[in-house]
């Protein structure tokens, strides 16, 4: 008898016969918090870890001799990368992100800085040159530039009228061009996320610096640098990843003769049909990615990317 008054009302239950704590983990599970968040997981479930999980299983199939796939391992896929002409495709793409990140960095970073330092109107002027552009296709922008590079176009005749070229210049469809266009694209990231981060100084630090007797620079490198630093790392971060696979930035102003991984991939998609391979390719650059942003955070010591977060 007093086993089974003991036991009573921890197994108490509703009338409809659920126990107590099972209506209440119900309870918690159903909650408004836990319903209105639901449809992010759905979303990231669907969207972005399922196309991330079929596109690895993909790599590891055969190609089909006319469409689709074969369900066969394979580990071919990963070695025919190992190749010498798809070893050069990644080192040149690899070289054009290093350059367009490095002139990136060299435009991008003292503009974002000193728009940190402009009183708060001419900050939103500042943002509001910069977003303008976004309001157009990059596609559109990027047509802009040939009328620009071509011969006797707009520089030609401003190089002519000055009398500094007697001749009109090859500038479309070469590596320079692409460069450029890189930059174009991609200086915007760049001056977003150490504006971000110089915003944030505490400029009496600098001050404090120049009273015990540093010289501008000085105090420039030993603070401002410093403390921008998580802002100049993710702006390279935002930088080197996309310039590796804006294969259209290549295709419009480079004229095909500046192959990177992102033409690569779309050529095996589109044209040879080798969804495996291109699935492999994608792998591959997905991990390039990866490795980048852990040195991000390894390096800065913070976890989010500055700009964007």
Known sequence: MSAEIKAGPTEA????????????????????????????????????????????????LKRAETWGVLREFTWSNYTNILKPVYLKTFYESLKLAFFTTFFVALVGYPFGYF????????????????????????????????????????????????????????????????????????????????????????????????DLGATPWQAFITVSFRLTLPGLLSGVVLTFIPSMGLFFIADILGGNKVILVGNLIQEQLMKARNWPFAAALSVVLMILTSIMIALYRKVSGVKDLEGLV
């Open 115 to 210: 728009m940190a330092r402009l009183s708060a109107t001419w900050k939103r002027r500042m943002m509001l040159l910069l977003m303008i552009p976004f309001w157009t296709s990059s596609l559109i922008r990027l047509y802009g530039w040939i009328i620009i590079f071509r011969a006797n176009g707009t520089l030609d005749k401003i190089l002519m009228g000055l009398g500094i070229t007697q001749a009109p210049l090859k500038l479309l469809y070469t590596y320079s061009a692409v460069v450029v266009g890189m930059i174009y694209a991609l200086v915007p990231f760049m001056i977003f996320a150490v504006y971000s981060s110089a915003e944030k100084l505490d400029w009496q630090l600098v001050e404090a610096a120049r």
């Open 13 to 60: 239950s509703d009338p409809g016969g659920v126990p107590q704590k099972r209506k209440a983990a119900l309870r918690r599970f159903f909650d408004a918090a836990t319903i209105s968040v639901m449809p992010i997981y759905a979303f990231t479930l669907l969207f972005v870890v399922g196309p991330l999980v079929y596109m690895f299983i993909l790599s590891f």
